[in-house]
């Protein structure tokens, strides 16, 4: 990806919507970008499984994990499909595993931190609803702009100038 999100905020000013930043890197791919899907789990990845096994057509899948810190949401198996299906990228809210096999992986992955702990499976939660955290509502269909400076939201897609 061309295109950085300090130059899409100097482009955009406040149409830019900005993420606190509260969250690391850890995919192979630290810059990257897409239209959203989101997801609104609690503790529970078995839609998040369920999503990264669709065709992601370089899209961002975001998930609002509640910002849990007790088990984590994406590994390294569930990062490889995202990889498989064409995902562009994953954003956490809440913790990954499996931190270092997922950093040699081709694909943006951002979450809040790292957890051994693999998540229960029960199936619950929402797919493609507007979820807030990091001080900005990320809703299906608008775009996300990724890198090491931060994660960057427009209701359009940007082109690389």
């Known amino acids: 990806m061309a295109l950085n999100t300090s130059d899409l905020c100097d482009q955009l000013g406040e149409a830019a919507f900005v993420a606190e930043p509260m969250l690391g890197n850890y995919g192979g791919m630290t810059a990257f970008g897409g239209q959203m899907a989101t997801l609104k789990v609690f503790e529970d990845n078995t839609l998040v499984r369920a999503a990264l096994e669709t065709p992601g057509f370089g899209r961002v899948l975001v998930v609002?994990?509640?910002?849990?810190?007790?088990?984590?949401?994406?590994?390294?198996?569930?990062?490889?499909?995202?990889?498989?299906?064409?995902?562009?990228?994953?954003?956490?809210?809440?913790?990954?595993?499996?931190?270092?096999?997922?950093?040699s992986m081709p694909i943006g992955v951002q979450a809040l931190g790292t957890h051994p702990r693999r998540s229960i499976k029960k199936g619950e939660g929402a797919a493609d609803i507007p979820v807030t955290f990091a001080g900005v509502t990320f809703k299906p269909g608008s775009w996300l702009y990724a890198d090491d400076d931060g994660l960057v939201v427009t209701t359009r897609r940007m082109d690389p100038t």
Not at 68 to 79: I, K, T, Y
Not at 83 to 102: E, L, N, P, T
């Open 64 to 103: 609002d994990g509640g910002g849990s810190f007790r088990c984590a949401l994406v590994g390294d198996q569930l990062a490889s499909l995202g990889v498989k299906h064409g995902w562009a990228g994953i954003i956490v809210y809440g913790c990954i595993r499996d931190s270092q096999s997922i950093s």
